[in-house]
T-cell receptor
Framework: GESVGLHLPTLSVQEGDNSIINCAYS??????FIWYKQESGKGPQFIID?????DKRQGQRVTVLLNKTVKHLSLQIAATQPGDSAVYFC???????????FGAGTRLAVHP | GAVVSQHPSRVICKSGTSVKIECRSL??????MFWYRQFPKQSLMLMAT?????????EQGVEKDKFLINHASLTLSTLTVTSAHPEDSSFYIC???????????FGPGTRLTVT
């Protein structure tokens, strides 16, 4: 079946650096995408979302970029902090079904 | 706002018994609730979608008679794992939508261990 996948299973960065987490999706009908952060033993926490009619959306220290041509999604975290250490998931809504399909996840490790 | 709770947070049960997990939307009415399962170091896998007052829609490969879902009100959905076995041990997470958009609000999860 169609799925959302990630290029990097783990990402290690130095505190203060910028982080980029990537995600590839395969369903061209997907019209809504979300990034979630999940800390150990907790439920996913919403970070930022983007609709398919946008290329970029910015939040506080985070930016999501959507490239529909190559079906690629990325999450950029500016000035990464130790508190950003977690697993990050992208998720897509496959067009009108009101459900989310989650990618495999990327673990972000921030080193002081 | 948009807080979702789960109870219990952790549960240990013996093989062959049943266990019920509750999911509540605390400050909004959830027209739709979702149940996910997450094994260690893996992603969230959608098990079923439940709409208030109607039968749940299960994802392919999920046994509806084993994972009973009841969405009796706009603020409560329950998942009952029947005749649990050790392979059912997992992290069960619910989420809820308020009907106004795609965003889902997630609960904190329930760690189920079947011995």
């Amino acid at each position: 079946g169609e799925s959302v996948g990630l290029h990097l299973p783990t990402l290690s960065v130095q505190e203060g650096d910028n982080s980029i987490i990537n995600c590839a999706y395969s369903n061209s009908a997907s019209d809504y995408f979300i990034w979630y952060k999940q800390e150990s033993g907790k439920g996913p926490q919403f970070i930022i979302d983007i609709r398919s009619n946008m290329d970029k959306r910015q939040g506080q220290r985070v930016t999501v970029l959507l490239n529909k041509t190559v079906k690629h999604l990325s999450l950029q975290i500016a000035a990464t902090q130790p508190g950003d250490s977690a697993v990050y998931f992208c998720a897509e809504n496959p067009g009108g079904y009101n459900k989310l399909i989650f990618g495999a996840g990327t673990r972000l490790a921030v080193h002081p | 706002g948009a807080v979702v709770s789960q109870h219990p947070s952790r549960v240990i049960c013996k093989s062959g018994t049943s266990v019920k997990i509750e999911c509540r939307s605390l400050d909004f009415q959830a027209t739709t609730m979702f149940w996910y399962r997450q094994f260690p170091k893996q992603s969230l896998m959608l098990m079923a979608t439940s709409n208030e007052g109607s039968k749940a829609t299960y994802e392919q490969g999920v046994e509806k008679d084993k994972f009973l879902i009841n969405h009796a009100s706009l603020t409560l959905s329950t998942l009952t794992v029947t005749s649990a076995h050790p392979e059912d041990s997992s992290f069960y997470i619910c989420s809820a939508r308020n009907g106004k958009g795609h965003e889902q609000y997630f609960g904190p999860g329930t760690r189920l261990t079947v011995t």
